[in-house]
């Protein structure tokens, strides 16, 4: 069987049981998102091996379950809590990973250090933040200007069974437009592209196949948001479109930059022809943490 029939009949399997997830929510999406970024930093950790770095893994796992925790209830909690919250987790985290550092007597000490909070920030907090998007609407969010008016006339209960249908919604639209777009990218690149898009760093990329992925990511966001979340308006649907076309392939390039200093071709081989979790949810990373701070800086606190 060719890698790209073992890679479509893995996405076949496993998209319904992520979309399942998601629309189930709670507990169970937070445990999946949780098992994701933990498996992406060992991934990443094990990068870090083939450049002599010896990261603290222990730190680094509890620093990416505490990261999804505080993104589980940040909804929920009084915002004056919330904005200390995050600063205080992150210094407490980053003194850990330096006094530990101190005591365990490994060569290259910096590079130990920088690499254990880096992938801590980029896989674990980034990868978590799935968990903020999913949980946007469960809490005093649903009071704002900008989603209220959509609540008019439910009960309590009502009004909390529409936000956890729309933060459901919401990651839904956006793994939809990341699949997309990685989709048609590599299938278009395939078929015609001609130009690199980054050979340098990743040279079967072509411009044909970004701007596919980009054009059809976009449209397939803009579409579901028109169906499923009637509080986002057309332009800001747009916005989020675009932006998912686009950061979700920086995100790709830089695991490929990762991985090439590495001198690896896939970060692990545990979902066969797709690589790693760091290679599947590669762009997620770099998609989620945009989204989440789009919705709920550029649109729920600015209308």
């Known amino acids: 069987m060719s890698n790209t029939a073992t890679r ?3 996405a076949v399997i496993a998209a319904p049981i992520i979309i399942g997830l998601v629309i189930v929510g709670g507990v169970w999406f937070g445990i999946f998102a949780e098992a994701l970024a933990i498996l992406a930093l060992k991934e990443l950790y094990d990068l870090g091996k083939h450049t002599s770095a010896a990261p603290q893994r222990i730190i680094g796992y509890v620093g990416s379950f505490c990261a999804g925790a505080y993104f589980f209830v940040a909804d929920t909690l009084p915002p004056t809590l919330v904005s ?3 600063p205080a987790l992150v210094m407490l985290f980053v003194l850990a990973v330096l006094i530990t550092e101190l005591l365990r007597n490994k060569p290259h000490p910096l590079w ?21 998007l999913r949980m946007t609407f469960s809490g005093r969010t649903l009071a704002l200007p900008a989603v209220a008016p959509f609540l008019n006339n439910l009960s309590p209960a009502e009004r909390l069974a529409a936000g956890d249908k ?7 639209a956006t793994f939809i437009a990341i699949w997309t777009c990685d989709s048609l990218a590599f299938f278009a690149g395939k078929a015609f592209g001609k130009h690199k898009l980054f050979p340098r760093v990743s040279p079967n990329k072509s411009w044909e196949g970004a701007v596919v992925g ?6 397939a966001f803009v579409a579901l948001a028109h169906y499923l979340l009637p509080f ?4 800001h649907a747009g916005i989020i479109g675009a932006l998912v076309g686009i950061i979700g392939q920086f995100g790709d390039l830089v695991e490929s930059l990762f991985k090439r200093d590495a001198g690896v071709k896939d970060s692990s081989n545990i979902i066969p022809g797709h690589g790693g979790v760091y290679d599947r949810f590669d762009a997620a990373m770099f998609v989620a943490p945009i989204v989440y701070v789009y919705v709920n800086f550029f649109l729920l606190l600015t209308r």
């Open 112 to 132: 130990n250090a920088a690499i254990t909070t880096f992938g801590v920030f980029y896989v674990g907090v980034f990868l978590t933040s799935l968990l903020g």
């Open 232 to 235: 986002l308006p057309p332009l």
């Open 214 to 219: 980009f054009l059809a990511s976009s449209a």
């Open 84 to 86: 200390l919250l995050f």
């Open 8 to 10: 479509t009949i893995v």
């Open 166 to 172: 729309w933060g459901a919604w919401l990651v839904f």
